[in-house]
């Protein structure tokens, strides 16, 4: 049989029963038996529900569980529940069924102070099957098992005590639908020889989610970073590393401290007085009173470091010249897309393919990113060197 030829799809999993009234525990003792005599389960499913609008750690409100036959909301701002929930997330036996998880497993990992083991992603496993890229919850419930569900919670105080009926409700309804559109999904990419691919993305996800991320690397991540060098991107490092610090000590969002665009205007003329500070884009007068003499500090500290201090300059964006091979990478994409039944960017991403080029501008070879490296390589991998190697040769040998 050809390993490409789509199975008729499987029935759709049957609607579960709901309405059915969730269990609010608020006990750690409970939350323990509970836990143990779960462990034995082939799965449990994990959803939470947390804020992250004014604060730089997300806050933890709920954390909903389908375990069995049972429906239950745990309530983490109790003393004691992270170490009861602990056991549970760190068993490496147990899968975890999340949807959309990345998110969920930083909080949790933060919350339990371990990484979350063996998770079963349903997006992604979605995205594997063909059903959509980036599939909302609610979208797969309803295309899956027939039922639309309420969204009118999702902004509502997931810190407030008692939590409303209709909160419980609609926090329940996040994990009641999860376990069998985690049968119907693993059996349907079982039948499509897709599994291992699943593995390695859920596993990816885990290893992403325990990532703490070092202050002296967020530079990497401020816009236009790599248009500064020399010194004015030693600045830019010791700025955006300071601003990580404070972030993380005050608990505020990065941007509160300051916007990207004031990291890198300061890195850039790197002012030596609270009057040149007054000029800096998007600094409002509150932040210089506040942080101005940090930020002189900061600033002195990079004017007078040694020579060595100063980081390799970062991957310039490839120029016009890869216009022509970007196009051809891309409708390859977009081929071996449409031939497996996948939205594209399961396939690479746009940043892949900007990886690959910046990398041949910036450093004559070609190198593809991580993420093409493993169960992608010989899917499409291996077609984009050898597309790239055609064109560039054809097309762009004059640049
Ligand atoms: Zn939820």
């Given at each position: 049989m050809n390993e490409l030829h789509l199975p008729t799809v499987s029935a759709a999993p049957q609607r579960n029963k709901i309405g059915q009234r969730p269990d609010l525990v608020e006990q750690p003792d409970q939350l323990a038996d509970m836990v143990s005599s779960w462990r034995e389960l082939d799965f449990v499913c994990i959803d939470t529900e947390f804020m992250r609008s004014d604060t730089y750690f997300a806050e933890l409100g709920l954390v909903q569980l389908s375990a069995g036959q049972n429906i239950v909301l745990v309530?983490?701002?109790?003393?004691?529940m992270n170490e009861a929930l602990r056991p549970l997330l760190c068993d490496f036996e147990l899968p975890k069924v999340l949807h959309a998880g990345s998110e969920d497993l930083q909080i949790l990992a933060q919350y339990c102070g371990a990484p979350v083991n063996n998770v079963y992603d349903t997006q992604l496993a979605a995205a594997l099957a063909g059903l959509?890229?980036?599939?909302a919850y609610g979208k797969l419930v309803a295309q899956l098992c027939q039922v639309e569900l309420d969204?009118?919670?999702?902004?509502?105080?997931?810190?407030?005590?008692?939590?409303t009926d209709k909160q419980l409700q609609y926090a329940a309804d996040d994990v009641i639908y999860l376990p069998e559109i985690y049968h119907y999904l693993d059996s349907r990419l079982t039948e499509l020889g897709r599994s291992d691919w699943m593995r390695a993305e859920c596993r990816n996800l885990v290893d992403n989610a325990s990532i703490t991320a070092e202050p002296e690397q967020a530079?990497?991540?401020?816009?236009?970073?790599?248009q500064l060098k020399g010194r004015s991107l030693l600045c830019l490092q010791r700025l955006a590393a300071w601003r990580e610090r404070t972030a993380i000590a005050r608990n505020r969002p990065r941007s509160w401290i300051l916007k990207d665009k004031s990291l890198w205007q300061l890195a850039e003329r790197?002012?030596?007085s609270e009057d040149e500070l007054s000029?800096?884009?998007?600094?409002s007068p509150g932040q210089i009173r506040r942080y101005g003499k940090d930020l002189l500090d900061v600033v002195a500290e990079a004017v007078q470091a040694?020579?060595?201090?100063i980081p390799d300059r970062l991957t310039e964006p490839a120029g016009k010249s890869y216009s022509q091979v970007s196009k051809k990478l891309r409708a390859r994409v977009q081929a071996t897309a449409k031939r497996l039944e996948l939205a594209p960017e399961m396939l690479a991403r746009k940043k892949d393919i900007d990886f690959m080029l910046a990398t041949h501008a910036n450093t004559g070879s070609l190198d593809l990113p991580v993420a093409l490296k493993g169960w992608r390589y010989p899917v499409i991998g291996e077609a984009l060197l050898d597309e790239f190697a055609r064109h560039h040769s054809n097309n762009d040998s004059e640049n």
């Open positions: 309530d983490p701002l109790v003393p004691g959509g890229f980036s599939l969204k009118g919670q999702t902004r509502s105080d997931w810190k407030q005590r008692p939590l530079f990497n991540r401020v816009s236009r970073a790599w790197m002012p030596a000029t800096i884009d998007e600094m040694a020579q060595q201090d």
